[in-house]
């Protein structure tokens, strides 16, 4: 390299976009750890219009969301730190965290919205920037 050239990052500008879905699928993992343990604690709390989920009840979906938030979190940390495999599980856990959002609209369909957009954007994120090294 000569003097006065600075070299690009390593992964160059899709990194910082695999950093930001590392970063908002922490945020989301520990959304969802907390929305699964409202759920648990008490079922009242997490009922918007007096209607429970659409499948089974809110104590057993608090669980599958307490779960599956732990997993998303953990999965944004690999991508914090570079790990390919964290790539591809991050895009297939988006990908069923979105899905089983659905079961949440009449709980609270709101959030059940919200979550599934941000989820959409870091598939999107995931997917369109990925740069193999």
């Not at 599958?64 to 938030?69: A, D, K, P, R, Y």
Request: aromatic share 10%; proline share 2%.
């Amino acid at each position: 390299m000569e003097a006065g050239q600075s070299s690009k990052p390593r992964g160059g500008q899709g990194s910082t976009w695999i950093a930001f879905a590392g970063v908002m699928m922490l945020i989301i993992g520990c959304l969802d750890v907390i929305w699964g343990i409202a759920a648990l604690a008490n079922n009242e709390v997490v009922v918007v219009g007096g209607h429970g989920v659409i499948v089974f009840d809110i104590t057993t979906w608090g669980w599958v969301q307490l779960i599956l938030g732990a997993v998303i979190a953990l999965t944004g940390l690999g991508l914090l730190t570079g790990n390919t495999a964290a790539r591809w599980a991050g895009v297939f856990l988006l990908g069923v965290n979105a899905v089983l959002q659905v079961v949440w609209f009449p709980a609270a369909p709101l959030w059940a919205f919200l979550i599934i957009i941000l989820d959409v954007i870091l598939i999107y994120q995931l997917c369109i920037n990925w740069v193999e090294d």
